[in-house]
C-alpha cells in the first residue's frame, strides 16, 4: 500500500499536476460558492478539458474540484441561508441563524475546520482500510442499504422536535413530491401528468434552491432588514469558530464517521450524510431544543460529514470500481477515457496514481478551508448588505442556478415553484428540513426495497439477513425504548402518587420524571426535546389574519395533492403504486389532522387580537418583484435581464430621495454579477444561457 | 495518446488544395459513376465507403460524386453546428463526441471545404425525449444534430408512443456499437455452458438477472424464443446503471446481468475467479471480448433476430426530419471520413465503446428494421403505459 507513496507525492508536487489542482480547486471553489451550480456540475461540464491531460492530471484535477465543493458550498449556507449546493443545504438549519446573530466569522471558521478535519478523517480512514474494504463494500446489497436509509428516517422522525405531525405532514409531502418521474423498478413515468419535464422526477437542487432561497429572500425585503440584525456583522470571531471545533472533538468525530460510512455505501447518496450527522448530533446534544437556533455544533457535524464522505465515497471506486455517487461516476468516466480500469488489478499496480488522488482531495479541501478562513471576513460583509441590493443578486443567481442544473429554463420553473411553496410552508409554520429530508430519502428507499424484493423473488426474506436484520432491531429500539422508559416511569410514578394521595396523570404526579432522565444517550436530547416549546418540525406559528388562513389552506393543499395522487395511483400497478400508497394512506390522514386542528385553533382563537406584523413591503409587492426576474429573463435574455433588475429593485424599492445615492452600489452590484455569471457560466462551464424570447 | 491535438490549420489549407485539384482535374476528365448522374449521394455507395473506411483512404480522395455534394451544400466558414446529446454532461455520450469533435471539423473542411465548429450541448430530460423533440422541431438544414443510441428513440417510439418521429430522423453516421453479453457468476451451474443451458436452466425456475434501468431486452429475447418455441424464464432485478449491475453481481446477488461488453469487460478482467461472460449477444464477435461467442454462433434458435434486435445498442449521429439530401450527404461523408480514422477509433475504444462502422444505407435499415421488430414484439414488452 505505502510502497509507491514517494513516487505518487513526487508526481502529485510535480507543476504539471500540482498546477491542475491549484486551478481546480480555484474553480470548485469559486462555482461551489454560488447557489445551485454545484462542484458535480462543474466536474461533468469540465470533464471533456481533461481528455488532453494525462491521467495524473486529469484524475487529480476533477478531484480538486470534488474537493473544494465541500467547505465553499457551505459559505452561503451560513451566510445567506442559500445552499451553495444540495449537500450543504444542512449546515443552513445553525449556520444562518448564527449569522442573523452576529456569529457569522464563527460559523465559517467552524465550518472551514470541520471540512478540513472531516476530509482528513476520510482520507485516513480510506488509506488505512483500502486493502480490506472490497468485502465489507460487498456485504452491503440492497437489502442492506434499504435497512440503513429506513433507519436515517427513523432516527430523523425520532429527533425532530416539536410539533411532530407537523414535521411528518413536511417530510411525507417530500416524499410524495419525490415519487414523481420514473419509477427505478418497472419504467413507468409516475405522476407526470403528461408532462415530459416530469418524466425524470423533480431536481433536487432546483428545489432546495426554491426552498431555502426565496423564503428567505422574502423574509429580507419584507422586513427590509440586512441578515445581520444589528445592520452591522460582528467583525472576527473566525478564531472562535476554529477553536469551537478542537473543544468539540465528539461532533467532529461522530460527523465524520456518519459521513465516511454513508460515503462507503454505493447508491445511499451524498445528499444524506449532512442531514443524518445533524439529527445524530442533534440526538447527541444535552441542549438539542438549541439546534436550529444558531448552535456551533448544527455546523460542525453536517460540514465534517459533507468532506469526510468524499473519502468514503472513493472507497467503491477504487476497489472495485463501482462510482457510489455522482461525483466518483465522473471519475470513472475519466479514468475510463485515460484507459484505467479502477479495481483490484489497479490498486496493485497503479498505486501511484492512487496517491496522486488521495494527495488532491486532501490538500484541496484542507486549503480551500484555510482560504476561507483566511477571506471570511470579507464574506461576513455580505451579511450587512442592504435586503434591496442582495435580494435581486441572490435570485439572479439562484434562478441562473436552477437553470444550470437541468440545462433548461424549466429549471427557472421549478426553482419558483419550489420558492413558492417554501413561503407558503414557512407562513403556515411548517419546516422546511424534513421536507427535503422526505425528497432525498425515498427514491433511496424505494430504489433498495424494490431491489430487495426483485433479488428476492417478490419475499420479504431480505429482512432477515443478518444485518438487515440486526440494523432494523437496533432501529426499533433505539425509536421504541425511550417511549417504553417513560411509559414504564410514568406507571411507576403513577403508582407513587397514587400511595401518596395524588390524582394519577396529575401534572404534579409527573413532575421530575422527564423523559430523557432514563433515555439513551443518543436519544436523551431527543426526549428532551419533545417538551421544549419551540421545534424544528414547526416555523413560528402565523398569527396574522392572512397567516392564520394559510395554515388552513396548506395543509389542504396538501390533502388536496395527495388525494388526486392516490387516484391517479389507482391506475398503477405492481412495485410501481406500492410506495406511493405508503406515502399516501400516511400523508392523507396526517394533513386533514392538520386541516382540522388548524380549523379548531383559529375557532379557538378567532376573537383574540390579531398580531401586529411589522412589515415594510406586502406579500403582493414582494411577489410582483420576484415574478418580474424570470419574466425579464424570458423576455430579454439573462444578461440584460440581471442588470435592468438589480439596478431597478434597488432603485423601485428606495425612497425618492436616495434613489441617486443608491445608483452606484446598484451599478456596482449588477457589474459583480454580470461579471461572475460571464466568467464562470459562459466561458468556463461554457452554459449556453437564455438569449430571451426576441433573440 | 492526445487525440486533442491543435489543428493544423495551415497543413490543412495546404491540404485542402491539393484536394481541390485533383477534384477538379478529376471533374475534367468526365465522371462514370451512374450514381452521381442519377443524384444519389455518395453515401448511397456503400460498398466503396466501407473500402475507403479499411484502408484509411477518405471519400473526397477517391470519390467522383463527392465534388458535386460539396458544391451543393450550404455550409459555410464559420458555422456552427450543434449536436445535442439528449443526455446530461459527464457521461459516456459526452465523452465520445467530445471524441468525434476534431475528426469532424477536420473531416467537413476536407469534404465540403468549410471550417466549422462543432459544438456539443447536454439537452438533458425526460430520458432522452427533450433533446430528441428539440432536434425534431429543428431547422432541418443540418446545423443542428443529435447522438443518440438507436434503441432509446425507438423505444420512445414505439413502444412508449411519445410524440416522436424517430424513424423520420436521418442517420449521418454510426460511431459505434455496444454489445450486450450476459455476464453469470462462475458459480452458477447450468446444464451447458452457453445460452442454450441457461434458457433449460430457466424452465425449472426463471432466471434471476440484472438489467440496468428498465429495458425491453430481455423481454425481446424472451419472445423471440418463445416463436422459436425455446422457453426462457426471467425474473428481473432493475439496478441502477453500470455500477449498480457490476455490485449485484460481485455480490451474486443474481445469477445474470445483462452487459455492455466493452464498457464490463475490466470488471470481468478484474475479478476472473468470480465472473464471465457467457454469451455475446450481438450478431458479431466484441472486440474488447473477442474469445465470447455470440448468440448466433451458439446457434441459438432466432438468434439471427435476436442478436439485432436485442444484443446491440448502437450510437449514430442523426439529423432532423426533412434534412435536405444535399447536406445529409456531405455530413455523411464527413462522418465517414471522421470514424474510418484510426487514431479516433483507437480513442473511442478507450472511452468503453466499440468503434464500428456502417454505411448510411444500412443505418436506415437498421433503425427502420429495429423499430418493425419491436413493433411486432410489442405484445411481449409489458412496460406499462406512461400515465396521461
Redesign the interface.
Known sequence: MFTNLGEGLSIFLSWEVFGVVLFGAIVGFVVSVLPGISSVNA???L??IT??MNEFQALAFLCAIMAAGGFAGSVTSILINVPGDGTNAATTLDGYPMSRKGLAGQALGASATASALGALFGVVILVLMLPVMRSVI?AF??PEMFAISFTAVALIAAVSRGDSVRGLVSGLFGMAIALMG?S???????????F??L??GVPIIPAVIGLFAIPELYVLLRSDEPISRKGQPVKGGVREGIMAVLHRPRALLRGSAIGTLIGII??VGGSVAPWVAYYAEKGASKEPEKFGTGVIEGVIAPEASNDAKEGGSLF?LLT?????SLST??L??AF????I?P???MLTQGMPLVWVILCAVLFTNIATSVVGVAISGALVRMTAVPPTLLAPAVLSLALLGGYAD???F?GVVFTLIFGFIGVVMMKAGYARPPFIVGFIMLPILE?NF??SI??Y?GSYGFLLRPITLAVLALTVVAVASPYVVRATKRRRHAAAASGAGLRPGSQAAQLGVSPATRAPDSLKGALASSDASDDDATDELPEGARGRIIEIAFPMFVLAVTVVFFI?NL????L?AVFPRVVFFLLGPLALLMVIRSSLRWWRIRLEPLRQEEVVRSDQLIAAWVLALPLLLWLVGFYPAIVVYIIAMRLGLSSPNTRRAHLPDALLASGVVLATVYLIFSQLLDI?LPTGLFS | MNIHATRRRSGHRTFMSVVALVLLLAACGGDDDPAADDGTTPADDGAADDDAADDGATAADEGTADDEVAADHTFQDGDTIVLILPTAPGGGFEAQTVTLQPFFEEAMAEVAGVDITLRIEAMPGAGHLTGLQFVQNAEPDGLTLVYEQIDIGVAHQVIRGEDLAFTDFVPLGALGVNPLGLAVPTSLELPSDDFMGLAERSESEPVLIAESGVLPQLQLISGILSQEDVTFEFDPVTVDGSAGLSAALLRQEVEVGIIPIPGATPLIEDNPDDLEILVNLACERSVAAPDVETIVEQGVPGADRICSAAGEAWRMVLGPPGLSEVNAAVLQEAMQVATSNSDFQDALFETGFEPTQMSPDDMVSYVQDLAATWEELSDFIELEDTDS
Open positions: 466536474m461533468a461540464l470533464l471533456p481528455f488532453a460487498l446489497g440492497p420514473l427505478v423498478a418497472t419504467g413507468v413515468y409516475r405522476f407526470a401528468f403528461g415530459p419535464v418524466y425524470e454505493p447508491g467503491p472495485l470500481g463501482i462510482p457510489g461516476a465522473i470513472l468516466t475510463l477515457i485515460h484507459g480500469a479495481g483490484q488489478r437541468v440545462l433548461s424549466h430504489r424494490h431491489q426483485q433479488i423473488r391517479v391506475s398503477y400497478g405492481g410501481t449556453r
